[in-house]
Nanobody, 123 residues
């Protein structure tokens, strides 16, 4: 059973930046899965943030984070990143990385999930 471990969350002021990391416990795991980032704010449903389709390297972003967030990978480290710039208070949420067998933004289609990391953006 693969484990996904997120890190990099924290407290930042509006306009600041954070980089989240998601490491997989199995080497080459990312080569077989689409990796996604999701977030869930208190009282809200989990929402799609970004995904990276490993086979072709294509990326997709939610409209709310386009031009501010960037998803990337480091195959040698079995790690996927989410660089978050120009953060806003509405970005405050628990952020999760997840893996799916095919390209999708539907959280119900993701098979593996990390434990989540808290991101708090103060105004």
């Amino acid at each position: 059973q693969v484990q996904l471990v997120e890190s990099g969350g924290g407290l930042v002021q509006a306009g600041g930046s954070l980089r989240l990391s998601c490491a997989a416990s199995i080497r080459t795991f990312f080569k077989r899965y689409t990796m996604g980032w999701f977030r869930q704010a208190p009282g809200k449903e989990r929402e799609f943030v970004a995904r990276l389709d490993w086979a072709g390297g294509s990326t997709t972003y939610a409209d709310s984070v386009k031009a501010r967030f960037t998803i990337s990978r480091d195959a040698a480290k079995n790690t996927v990143y989410l660089q978050m710039n120009s953060l806003k208070p509405e970005d405050t949420a628990v952020y999760y990385c997840a893996a799916a067998a095919f390209a999708t933004a539907d959280p119900g289609r993701y098979d593996y999930w990390g434990q989540g990391t808290q991101v708090t953006v103060s105004s």
